[in-house]
C-alpha cells in the first residue's frame, strides 16, 4: 500500500521486478503535489546574509517564462547557512572536494496574487532582492553621510534590476542556441 501526505501525482516511476522500495535510500518515484507554487525558494550568497530581511522587495524570472520580471517579497530567510555538514555514509569524504561557499535559504512570494501561475513547478530561476532605503533618507534626522551610503546601496540595487532585465530575454538563447546542447 502507498500513502502520501498530499495529493499529487507520481513522475520519474520506474521499478522493475524485485525492487525493494524504501524512501529513505531508494525511492521509487517523485510526488509531485497538485498544488500550484505560491512561493520561491532561492539561494543567497554568504556576503547577502548581512543584510537580506524579512519584507524587502525582490524579482525574479524563471526559465520557464523568460520574458516576464515577477515582483516578489522576501517572506523568510534561514538563520543559518548549510555548507560544511556530513552524513553517515560508506564512503570516506574529502573535505576539500565538497563544494566551497554556501547559500543562504531565501522564500520569496509574490507581491501579487496568482503571480506564479505561469511558472512551472522546479523551474530555475534568476533572482533579485532589492533595499529598500527610501523611507530612511527622507527622515530628516539622518545624516548626510548616511543617505549617500544609502543612495549607494539603492543604486547598486536599480543596477541589479537592469541587468536582471537584461539578462531575462537572453535566457531561451543561452539554453537554446549557446549551450550546445540543440
Known amino acids: 500500500m502507498v500513502r502520501a501526505g498530499v495529493a499529487g501525482r507520481v513522475e520519474q516511476f520506474l521499478l522493475r521486478v524485485g525492487d525493494v522500495v524504501n524512501p529513505m535510500m531508494r525511492p521509487a518515484g517523485v510526488l509531485v503535489p497538485g498544488l500550484r507554487a505560491r512561493s520561491l525558494v ?3 550568497g554568504q556576503v547577502e546574509a548581512q543584510v537580506i530581511r524579512v519584507g524587502m522587495p525582490a524579482e525574479a524570472t524563471w526559465a520557464s517564462q523568460p520574458w516576464v520580471i515577477i515582483p516578489m517579497v522576501v517572506t523568510q530567510v534561514q538563520g543559518f547557512i548549510a555548507s560544511g ?3 553517515s555514509s560508506d564512503q570516506l569524504i574529502d573535505v576539500q572536494n565538497l563544494r ?3 547559500t543562504v535559504l531565501v522564500v520569496l512570494e509574490p507581491l501579487y496574487e496568482g503571480g506564479l501561475d505561469g511558472v512551472l513547478p522546479g523551474s530555475s530561476c534568476i533572482a533579485n532582492a ?3 532605503s527610501h523611507d530612511l533618507i527622507a527622515d530628516p534626522k539622518i545624516g548626510t553621510l ?3 551610503g544609502l543612495h549607494a546601496v539603492d543604486a ?3 543596477v541589479h534590476a537592469i541587468l536582471l532585465r537584461m539578462r531575462s530575454p537572453l535566457l531561451p538563447f543561452k539554453a537554446l542556441v549557446f549551450s550546445g546542447g540543440h
Do not use: S
Request: net charge positive; hydrophobic share 50%; charged share 10%.
Open 130 to 132: 532589492h533595499a529598500a
Open 156 to 158: 547598486v540595487g536599480l
Open 42 to 44: 532561492a539561494g543567497f
Open 146 to 148: 548616511r543617505a549617500l
Open 100 to 102: 566551497p561557499g554556501g
Open 85 to 87: 555538514q556530513l552524513r
